[in-house]
């Protein structure tokens, strides 16, 4: 089974930081590899797919990059809404989701 | 609108049997891969299994091959998850979810419902 893995597992920004979250897979998945932001009680909202394609209706300063086993969410000016859990999702192999990034304040 | 509404989420003992629903409506039901996933309390995201358009194709992860069951019916619009053998360790929340058959991502998700697993 491949492997995610997310760092770090949480962080403290202030609004308007740059925010970058890393994810490894433990083997290639070329870049079958999306992100999801979760608030607490609400369900998973799907950010980033397919390694850096945006998803409608998601700004614009969240932003997706890498492939093979190595990926990155970069968020260019964190706004309050931005506080969150992330998670990246491999989808080369069955489904496994990484452990989650909490951002704080 | 594209809209997921789980049902069934109860208190059960362990080794117990649960069925869980997941309503759709807004799309067209039959030509998309459908997800569980679930969500321990304070706990992050576990994919549990999916299952193909057509009902052809499932997968299953390793912690509930052999006990849990996933299936379809499509002339309702209702995906299905039935668990058998059930443990403390499934407690959860149980997200249904979509998958567009882009990249394998899921793009919309259920509500959840909760599964405790307890004596």
């Known amino acids: 089974d491949i492997q995610m893995t997310q760092s770090p597992s949480s962080l403290s920004a202030s609004v308007g930081d740059r925010v970058t979250i890393s994810c490894r897979a433990s083997e290639s998945i070329s870049t079958f590899l999306n992100w999801y932001q979760q608030k607490p009680g609400k369900a998973p909202k799907l950010l980033i797919y397919?390694?850096?394609s945006l998803q409608s209706g998601v700004p614009s300063r969240f932003s997706g990059s890498g492939s093979g086993t190595h990926f990155t969410l970069t968020i260019s000016s964190l706004q309050s809404e931005d506080f969150a859990t992330y998670y990246c999702?491999?989808?080369?192999?069955?489904?496994?989701f990484g452990g989650g990034t909490k951002v704080e304040i | 609108e594209v809209q997921l509404v789980e049902s069934g989420g109860d208190l059960v003992q362990p080794g117990g049997s649960l069925r869980l629903s997941c309503a759709a409506s807004g799309f067209t039901f039959d030509t998309y891969w459908m997800h569980w996933v679930r969500q321990a309390p304070g706990k992050g995201l576990v994919w549990v299994a999916d299952m193909s358009g057509d009902g052809i194709i499932i997968r299953y992860a390793d912690s509930v091959k052999g006990r849990f069951t996933i299936s379809r019916d499509n002339a309702k619009n209702t995906l299905y998850l039935q668990m058998n053998s059930l443990r403390a360790e499934d407690t959860a929340v149980y997200y249904c979810?979509?998958?567009?058959?882009?990249?394998?991502?899921?793009?919309?998700w259920g509500q959840g419902t909760l599964v405790t697993v307890s004596s």
């Open positions: 397919a390694a850096s």
């Open positions: 979810a979509r998958d567009p058959q882009r990249a394998g991502e899921v793009d919309y």
């Open positions: 999702q491999q989808s080369y192999s069955s489904r496994t």
